[in-house]
């Protein structure tokens, strides 16, 4: 951790945690505070407000600031999905998202500074809540924890163009499913299997289940959320990692995928080539035919698979969390000066 500096860390409790934080405190200048936080209602705010802290400087990383938290603030937004698909909010939704929508504009426009994790998640910010550019600093996301390579078989039998992410709309998961379909209708050169891993969304996955005709419903697989080592695994043993998302502030599933030195198909919108690069073949997520002819070059082409392989390693080692974090310790120094 940066000399100079002392953290505190306020984090869920570490029973309810995807990760465990608590060697961090062994840098000497860590404190982990546990508090049940999670969400933005009332909750997180009534914490805020009994505890009446009080830092140099508070860094919120999930898109919203706290009220009732004093001095100079930072907020970490990474993307706007929650702002530009309603839909996702079920229930009182459209209350939730005049909610979360009203927090993330007050905290925009609040804070002393915002960071972001795209070029394109800046000019999304920028358009919607109209503040100035400059008060919006891009810092790219680190790889993921998957880059480990592993001994371990994967839970596919078989050849398999592999894509992980959640099942809600903007994944464009149909357009995905109806191309695969198409390219073994094309052409049966392929049997290579489609494998989907990812959190289920509302009826998202009946509605997919019931658009693959019979011919091929052994061929697709759905396996739900899986632990870091089984997506380690799939990662390396996939033939091609597809990804066709509509819309993403970031896009770390290309990253990881290209860590692990599989081909990456890729939407050509939003922040994905921000991420990908010169490594991957782009398609329009919104014309199913494009991604069946990228899947059917990339499937029949050995040298092209190469070729991804080794430009999909050289552009993964251009991200680094070491990066991430010395870029942000130079935003925390220039708040402070400032203030």
Known sequence: MADGFR????????????WDIT???????????SADIRGVGPRRQLYFLRHSFEYDLFHSLSSYLPLFVKGSSLVTI????????PSY???LGILKHRY????????????????????HARSDIVAEFGVDEEQITVIPHGPGGTQTETN????VDGSFLFFVGSLRPHKNLDTLVDAYIELR???DQTAAKLVIAGAEYGDSLTELREQIPSSYRDDVEFLGRVDDETLATLYEHATVFVYPSLYEGFGLPPLEAMAHG?????????????????????????????LTDALERVLTSDSLRNHLREQGRQRYKEFSWNRTARETLTVYERILSDT
Do not use: C
């Open 262 to 290: 599989t081909p990456v198909i890729a939407s050509d919108r939003t922040s994905i080539p921000e991420v990908v690069g010169d490594a991957g073949v782009y398609i329009d997520p919104t014309n199913k035919s494009d």
């Open 100 to 119: 979360i929508t009203t927090m993330i504009r007050r905290s925009v426009r609040s804070a002393d500074h915002v960071l972001t994790v795209s070029n």
């Open 185 to 187: 209708a094309r052409t």
């Open 7 to 18: 953290f505190e860390i306020i984090a869920p409790p570490a029973d309810s945690r995807n």
């Open 23 to 33: 060697h961090w405190e062994q840098q000497g200048n860590v404190k982990i505070t």
């Open 78 to 85: 990474h993307d706007l999905k929650y702002v530009h698909f």
């Open 152 to 155: 371990d078989s994967p839970p």
């Open 89 to 91: 909010f079920r229930g």
